[in-house]
């Protein structure tokens, strides 16, 4: 297996690491109190977590075009391991009270919906490349996870909900990247259909 894979793999071993220290409830982590700002050491681990995780995103594909180690194991793990960050700290979220759950899974949704397009085209020999939009999405979405695992901080400071403002762009922006995905390859779905 080569590098970028193993990149890959790290992402996807340390989704449930992340949710062990997102939804574990003990005494073992105490908060963090500053006037009314409140955030526990768990809530700190698993957004470090995240955003290690989310990082590495990049890095394996870099790694991966750069060294011409692209490989259709890479091509079907890289986005599966994105998909399931995004769900699971999601879905997290959502159990926390911090995240409405239709907003969850619309962006949930589209993501799928996409690696399914994705997929098809694989099986296609087509390749459905990233977009701008694509782009746009993943950084307001790790945005918006980001100020909600930290409690909108440092923004509670100022009494400004930016994390909720994040939240709203980043589902926007998902859904429009979404139909953006699917108008600009409806013949990979076209010509699957069609084919025998």
């Given at each position: 297996m080569n590098l970028?894979?193993?990149?890959?793999?790290?992402?996807?071993?340390?989704?449930?690491?992340?949710?062990?220290?997102?939804?574990?409830?003990?005494?073992?982590?105490?908060?963090?109190?500053?006037?009314?700002?409140?955030?526990?050491?768990?809530?700190?681990?698993a957004a470090m977590i995240f955003i290690i995780a989310a990082s590495t995103d990049g890095l394996d594909g870099y790694i991966a075009r750069s060294r011409k180690m692209v490989t259709n194991l890479g091509k079907l793990l890289d986005p599966l391991a994105d998909k399931l960050l995004v769900a699971a700290v999601l879905i997290s979220l959502v159990d926390m009270g911090k995240c409405d759950a239709w907003i969850a899974i619309v962006i949930i949704s589209r993501e799928f919906a996409v690696t399914g397009l994705r997929q098809i085209a694989l099986l296609e020999g087509a390749v459905v490349a990233a977009s701008k939009w694509g782009k746009i999405k993943t950084a307001a979405q790790i945005t918006a996870i980001i100020l909600m695992l930290l409690n909108n901080f440092p923004f509670e400071f100022i009494g400004f909900r930016f994390d909720e403002v994040m939240l709203w762009v980043a589902a926007l922006v998902t859904v429009y990247s979404g139909i953006d995905y699917f108008v600009k390859n409806k013949n990979v779905l076209h010509f699957a259909d069609k084919k025998q």
């Open positions: 970028a894979n193993r990149i890959t793999l790290i992402r996807i071993f340390l989704v449930p690491i992340m949710m062990f220290f997102l939804l574990v409830k003990t005494d073992y982590f105490p908060a963090i109190h500053v006037e009314s700002f409140e955030i526990t050491y768990n809530q700190i681990i």
